[in-house]
């Protein structure tokens, strides 16, 4: 017969207490089932519901024997309980006190807990300190273009995680500005040169024109010129020289006036010699003669004439702010000749002019002005330029490797390299830019010099720049030159202090 609880005998009460009082566990005593000690299904008391600490939340009756997590009061092998589930105080849960890394924020103590998350390598994790990634920590996370972990502000990676050099937002020695962009629409080009007027880009609201012409429509309907002047646009519109086609080109009410016949040049045979710097021409009145390899045909063409006594480096753009599209090439051989190896270009520069870089053996060659099509033609500029020096290009921004022993003492620059062996590199530009060249590397294994020239690499070519010991920490002795070069060639020279030579990391940024 089961027992009321109030009946419960005093004997059975007061062996509940001593169990307790000896440490026994409560599930000994009531079972899972509920019923009262022992198994015979008689003597069995109601659990306990009155909503105390010893309650559980489904009511029924929890033992007061030590290690019952949640009741208030810290026993047995708990390390706290302060009887909530408050997981961010100091006791978060299982009566466990807060670490860094069980997964929990303590509140006013940890800024982050990702548990088995926290990590001291992986990019953007929560720390094993439990604070959240930062720049200085010798992790590169996803907002960071270095971190080396270092108080170093002037080796290659910036205190604020930024590399330095041209474009990353601040400006340093050698720069005129750096807004941490590649628009060269705005009051800073991309090579951390400030906006100015002949600087070849159109600086949005502020300058009308950037060059030395344009195109503009005449009050006779032909196509005629708008000079730029001061970048900004003069009054008028120039009309073009009449031609031989039966209409009044340059609006002086006469149709074919004085009309003369094709330019000398319109012909291979009769190509007009050239020599290095900025020739001078005009398809308006040409014909069309030829078909250059990277265009269509119809376009009106001009033809022109070098020679080379001794192999180099031959340069040569349209980049002269006109805005018809030109194509160049360069061929050799009995007119009208054979396009050299990489020698036909249309679109360079960024827009519609043409540019060609090229190493040539010695000889004659002839170059081809030729418009894109029958509707492109008309005045141009092209700029013509060789150098002897026996130098790879570097056309693109970042790292190039090398090693100067053994490649024999040509040039020496103003602060050094007179006897070491050394290399040297070109640059071709549609237009002037301010460009950094810097061996600050650990893979640089000696004390080199470097030194900028323009025009070729030669002792007496003009050298706007030389440096031998840097401040950059990443390499001890390295060398750091920044200058704003021309428009064409220009050289970069890694070379050694003394008779030094050897292995080399060279970084160049701020080509265009």
């Given at each position: ?10 004997a059975?009460?007061?062996l509940?207490?001593?169990?307790a ?7 000994g005593?009531?079972?899972d ?12 008391a ?13 009511g029924?009756?929890?033992?007061d ?64 300190n439990?604070?959240p ?30 590399r ?10 050698g ?8 628009d060269?629409?705005?009051?800073c ?6 906006a ?17 012409f ?11 010129r ?53 020739i ?5 009145r ?7 390899s ?7 063409d001009?033809?022109?004439?070098f020679?080379l ?29 054979t ?6 270009n249309?679109?360079?520069?960024g ?15 002839t170059v081809?002005?030729d ?27 970042g790292?190039?490797?090398?090693n100067?022993?053994g490649h ?14 050394e290399d ?11 460009v ?10 000696f ?11 030669w002792?007496g ?5 030389c ?26 020279v890694?070379?050694g ?9 060279l970084?160049?940024s701020?080509?265009?």
């Amino acid at each position: 017969m089961r027992r009321a609880a109030g009946t419960f005998p005093a004997a059975c009460a007061a062996l509940l207490v001593a169990a307790a009082a000896c440490g026994l566990q409560s599930g000994g005593l009531w079972g899972d089932g509920g019923d009262a000690i022992g198994e015979s299904g008689e003597g069995d008391a109601a659990r306990p519901d009155d909503g105390g600490p010893d309650a559980s939340p489904d009511g029924d009756a929890v033992s007061d024997a030590p290690g019952v997590c949640g009741n208030g009061t810290r026993e047995g092998s708990e390390e706290c309980d302060d009887g909530n589930s408050d997981q961010g105080d100091d006791c978060p849960s299982a009566c466990r006190a807060a670490f860094c890394g069980d997964g929990f924020l303590h509140a006013g103590v940890e800024q982050c807990d990702d548990g088995g998350g926290n990590s001291d390598t992986a990019p953007d994790a929560c720390r094993t300190n439990c604070l959240p990634s930062r720049c200085g920590d010798g992790v590169v996370d996803t907002s960071e273009a270095c971190d080396d972990g270092n108080t170093i502000d002037g080796d290659d990676c910036r205190n604020d995680c930024r590399r330095p050099g041209c474009g990353n937002g601040v400006v340093e020695s050698g720069e005129e500005c750096d807004d941490g962009d590649t628009d060269n629409t705005d009051a800073c080009l991309a090579g951390c040169v400030a906006a100015s007027c002949g600087d070849g880009f159109l600086w949005a609201g502020v300058e009308e024109c950037e060059g030395v012409f344009g195109p503009c429509s005449t009050a006779c309907a032909t196509i005629g010129r708008r000079d730029c002047v001061d970048c900004g646009w003069a009054a008028g519109c120039t009309p073009p020289a009449e031609e031989c086609n039966g209409t009044d080109d340059d609006c002086d009410g006469t149709t074919d006036e004085g009309c003369v016949p094709p330019p000398p040049n319109d012909v291979c045979t009769s190509a007009a010699a050239i020599s290095p710097g900025t020739i001078h021409g005009d398809t308006t009145r040409a014909t069309d003669t030829a078909r250059p390899s990277c265009a269509g045909a119809g376009g009106r063409d001009l033809w022109y004439a070098f020679t080379l006594s001794e192999g180099g480096i031959v340069y040569l753009d349209t980049a002269d702010g006109g805005a018809w599209s030109t194509v160049l090439e360069v061929r050799s051989g009995s007119c009208p000749g054979t396009a050299v190896s990489g020698g036909c270009n249309d679109d360079a520069c960024g827009g519609v002019r043409s540019q060609l870089v090229l190493s040539l053996e010695a000889g004659t060659y002839t170059v081809l002005v030729d418009g894109h099509d029958a509707s492109h033609g008309g005045p141009f500029d092209l700029f013509f330029q060789t150098a002897s020096c026996p130098a790879p290009r570097i056309a693109t921004n970042g790292d190039t490797n090398g090693n100067t022993t053994g490649h024999g003492d040509a040039v020496s620059g103003a602060c050094g390299g007179g006897s070491a062996d050394e290399d040297a590199y070109f640059f071709a530009l549609c237009r002037p830019a301010s460009v950094t060249a810097h061996t600050c590397s650990s893979v640089t294994t000696f004390d080199t010099v470097l030194y900028l020239r323009t025009g070729d690499c030669w002792d007496g070519s003009p050298e706007v720049a030389c440096n031998d010991d840097s401040t950059c920490a990443a390499a001890a002795q390295s060398s750091r030159v920044t200058a704003t070069l021309p428009h064409g060639l220009s050289f970069v020279v890694v070379d050694g202090y003394g008779s030094a030579a050897g292995p080399y990391r060279l970084n160049v940024s701020g080509l265009p």
